[in-house]
């Protein structure tokens, strides 16, 4: 029994009409589909890989493993379960296939990527802006910020803003900003010294991937 098709479909393919669940031929003048499929695999032998097997055996009348078979032969064992040969590794030798609804392939694709980008983290870069003359208790403050956006994974660039006159204290910027790495070691890694760029003295810090510093101390203190 042919399996039913796979909804929504994808852009260029309709029901064949031939039978329920049948292949859906390519409609000339639409977009290509993302991978080689059916007719569309030019290779002559190909490697049938899958978790639908045993109902491949059944249509084929034998017992079908993964392994290498003609396209020819695999894409009539398709047309009878109403599915698609799926080119999924084209660069392989011989290239690697899969016999599986093509629309419902499509969706779990899409889908495992929707998904693997909102676990994805969005590393921010946070800025932190110096004077030269920035005194202890807005400096604490601002440690403390960077810690915060360190330990959320986000990079933090601190900068020293040189106005007027203020450029010839450029070395006292330099250590404010080595003083800032200090107090931030626990948290995050400088990617270079402050370097100057214009009238900006600035360093960026990447996060550290080891454990909150927090329990790091818990640890030692046991």
């Known amino acids: 029994m042919a399996y039913k098709p796979y909804r929504p479909r994808p852009t260029g393919y309709q ?4 039978r329920p669940g049948g292949r859906r031929p390519f409609i000339r003048g639409a977009r290509p589909p993302e991978h080689n499929i059916n007719e569309f695999i030019r290779a002559n032998e190909v490697r049938l890989v899958g978790d639908n097997l045993e109902a491949i055996s059944e249509v084929a009348g034998q017992p079908i493993e993964s392994g290498v078979y003609s396209t020819s032969k695999l894409q009539k ?3 009878e379960l109403g599915l698609d040969v799926v080119e999924i590794s084209p660069n392989a030798d011989p290239p690697v296939v899969r016999i599986v609804d093509y629309n419902k392939f499509l969706y779990q694709k899409k889908k495992r990527e ?3 980008k909102a676990n994805a983290v969005k590393v921010e870069l946070k800025e932190i802006r110096f004077g030269p003359e920035t005194g202890d ?3 604490d403050f601002k440690v403390r910020h960077a ?4 330990s959320e994974g986000n990079k933090v660039k ?9 450029i010839v204290f450029k070395e006292r910027g330099e250590l404010l900003l080595l003083r800032f790495m200090k107090e931030l070691e ?11 760029e214009g009238k900006r003295m600035n360093v960026i810090l990447s996060p550290k991937k080891t454990g909150s510093p927090g329990k790091k101390k818990e640890e030692k203190a046991d």
């Open 114 to 116: 929707k998904e693997m």
């Open 15 to 18: 029901s064949s009409g031939s």
């Open 147 to 150: 810690k915060n956006f360190l």
């Open 137 to 139: 208790h807005d400096f």
């Open 158 to 166: 601190a900068y020293v803003q040189f106005r007027g006159r203020a």
């Open 77 to 79: 064992w398709a047309e």
């Open 186 to 196: 626990d948290y995050g890694t400088a990617e270079q010294l402050p370097r100057m």
